[in-house]
Structure formats: structure tokens, C-alpha cells
């Protein structure tokens, strides 16, 4: 019989807890539910997931997907690999080894060179972020804001399932030299101890609520120190709400997880369970419903955010529907943001002007109190660029940027303007407008 408790409150269900079964890519295609399915669709299949990580889990595959509308529905379109993820020599490259029985070491050779041009660390993220102690890198943290420092467990660096449009999706192909990840607490804690200007620590992977939560609190509790005061916010970076909620209400330690952000917000810090939704789906069952109320009741806080992605929620309804949504479940909207420039782009971007009117038209239509999410926002080397809007300065058309968070802060808040461009997908793209004297565009 199962046991489920709500921090507090203790109630018997005879319902037993339900148990994740994950398919990685190369078998997704002989899922029952694509047994009708077109045998290119399942080639495709095969050839993308090559070269892309795939995996889906029994909750995705039951309770997200609606298996009727496929190849259509937005969370098959996000979990499913399709063959316009990769450029189209790269498929057909990949495709003519698989198809014609190349062995396994050529098709992971091809498939590893795939990988080195679909930019698998965006935003200077091995070269700029990782900071440096002495003359030693701390692997497996990156320190890009001065308030904020990225942690990698590396007991965390996987997810329950797999987005097609993730831009850490070099994190799980099993390539050593792209992984970032870090072995245990000791580094983070002496690290910390050194930066007392860091208020914020993420911990994130992967997934950091893929551990299990006596391997999370070791990273956790040492930042509930006197000795690590500064560290007033603890962020998890997860997309276990979308994906197996049970994480937060049946799995065996799913209490102690709740205990565990108990004690942080008991100890003074501010807890905030950074989730990743992606479409009002994914807050629709019973489970992520239940899975809220748990984790609100220890006085965390969850803030949601997710890129615009082309076949998704590139419209302005999917959003304001989302937003609203989240308002009445007591979950802050907190980011929009553009597709990074990494594996899949070419599938999932849309050009930046389109990302600006599904924003302010779906941000027109809801109320105050679920306009909190910025957008549309790009994670550039530079820093969190936010396109506010397109204006005409001294005859020229541009769009209005500013920065949200740089990794110079004296950059933040600072409005900047480039050059209109109804083609531009990325801040690479961008060019300054003409009467721009600033150096916004260097890109460090």
C-alpha cells in the first residue's frame, strides 16, 4: 500500500507508487503506440537519435503525448527525434552508414564529428564560465554572473526525459570531454568561501532532481552553514514537474526531499524550484497538480520558465494560456526564452521579431499578476539579452535590447539598440544600430 505524505498531513492510498521505465532513442521506434506509425518515421528515428540524445519515460508516453494527433502533438514534436533536427547532409551522411550496415565504430565516428558542428557548448560555456582557482579550473562549476554559481553534480547529469531542443544535450551523448559535472560538495563549499559576493547558487545538471535525495542534500546542506551566510537562495534546475512529478509525491525519498527544502527555508534561505514548462500540457495532470502542492507547502517557491520553440508554443495563446495557468496554481512565470544557437536549432528557432510578437501579444492579453515572465530573452555569451520591442530612432528601425544579466554588471539594465533584422534568429545575428557607440556586441 502506498504511503503519501503532504508535508503535515499523512493519507493511505491503495493505488501502488508509480515506477519510471525509460526509452532511450533507439528504441522509440518500436514503442506499441508507433506501431501504425510510416516506416520512415521510424528510420528517422533511428538516424537522429545517432547523433542527439533521446529518451522518454512512461509518464511522457502515457499522460503527455496524445498519441492520436503524432506526428503533430507539441510534446511528441519536443520528446521525438525528426529527421530536420540535423542539417540534411549530416542525416544523409548518417543515414547512408545505418542503411547500408557501416559498423558501430564508424557510425559513432560520423556521429561524433555531427556533434562537433552542431555547437554543442553555446555561449562560451567551457571557455568563459568555468572559473579558475590558481591555475586550475574548477570543473563542474560555472561562475558567468557575479551573484550566481552553477553546480553539476555529477550524479545528476541526466534527466527523466530528454528535450529535443535542450542546449545541454551534450551533457548526455557520452563524449567525456563535453560533460561538465563535479564529484562531490567539497570544491563547491571552499569555492563559495572565497566568492562572498555569490547570493545564489543553481544546482543543475541534467536534471538535479534525478538524485537521489541523499546524494542532493550533500550538495545542499553545507550551504546552510554560518560559514556560507551569503548563499541567501538555493535553486534547483529541474524538469521533473513536467516529467515524472512523482519525484515531488511517490518516489521513495520524495519526503525527504520535502524535508530537505524544509530545512533549507528553516535555515533562512530562499528555496526556488526552477521548473521548465514548456506547455500548458505538461500542468495538466493530477500528478504535477499534486506534485505543486508538496513542494509549496515547505515554502519553496517554483518560478517556470522555457525557450519559444518552433511546433511547441510559437503562438501567442500557447503562453498566455500557460501563464495563466501557472498564476492559479500558485507558480511565478519567469522566463521566455529564445532557442540557443546549439544541436536541433535549425527545427526549433524562430526568427527573433516573431519570438517579440507572440510575447507582448500574449503578455497584452493576461492580467498584472501573470505578466512576471521576461522575454523574449537570450542565455548569450554576453549575458540575458531581452528584445523589449522594435522602435524607429533617428529613421532607422531597431530593436530595443537590454540586458537582464551580463556577466560585466555594469551592462545590466543599460538598454541597447541593433539593427532591425527580420531574419535574425540569434544575438550573433544582430548587428548595432548606426548611431551606436557602445561595445555591446563584443562577445565577452
Known sequence: METTATCGSTHLSRRPAPKMRAVPGQRLADLPQLAGADEELKRDIAVVSAVLPFKVNNYVIDELIDWTNIPDDPLFRMTFPHRDMLPSDVFERLSKLIDTGASKQEVVAAANEARALLNPHPGNQLSANIPVRGNDAVQGLQHKYRETVLVFPAQGQTCHSYCGYCFRWAQFVGVPELKQSIEGPERVVSYLGEHPEVSDVLITGGDSMIMSTDRLAQYVEPLLSHELEHVRNIRFGTKALSYWPYRFTTDKDS??????????????????????????????????????????????????????????????????????????????????????????????????????????????????????????????????????????????????????????????????FARFDEHAMWYDHLQPASFERRPWFAST
Not at 516573431?354 to 522575454?375: C, F
Not at 522594435?390 to 551580463?406: D, W
Open 255 to 416: 519526503d525527504d526531499l520535502l524535508r530537505l527544502f524544509e530545512r533549507c527555508v528553516r535555515a533562512g534561505r530562499h528555496v526556488a524550484v526552477m521548473a521548465h514548462f514548456s506547455h500548458e500540457q505538461e500542468l495538466a495532470t493530477d500528478a504535477v497538480r499534486h506534485a505543486v502542492a508538496r513542494i509549496q507547502s515547505t515554502g519553496a517557491v517554483i518560478r517556470a520558465q522555457a525557450p519559444i520553440i518552433r511546433h511547441v508554443n510559437d503562438w501567442p495563446a500557447a503562453w498566455s494560456d500557460m501563464w495563466r495557468t501557472m498564476v492559479r496554481m500558485g507558480v511565478v512565470p519567469y522566463y521566455m526564452f529564445v532557442e540557443r544557437d546549439t544541436g536541433a536549432r535549425g527545427y526549433f528557432e524562430i526568427p527573433l521579431v516573431r519570438a517579440l510578437e507572440v510575447y507582448q501579444t500574449a503578455i497584452r492579453s493576461v492580467s498584472g499578476l501573470e505578466r512576471t515572465a521576461r522575454g523574449p530573452v537570450m542565455s548569450a555569451s554576453p549575458g540575458k539579452v531581452c528584445i523589449d520591442g522594435v522602435s524607429t530612432v533617428g529613421g532607422e528601425r531597431v530593436f530595443v535590447c537590454r540586458f537582464l544579466q551580463a556577466r560585466d554588471p555594469r551592462r545590466v539594465g543599460e538598454p541597447f
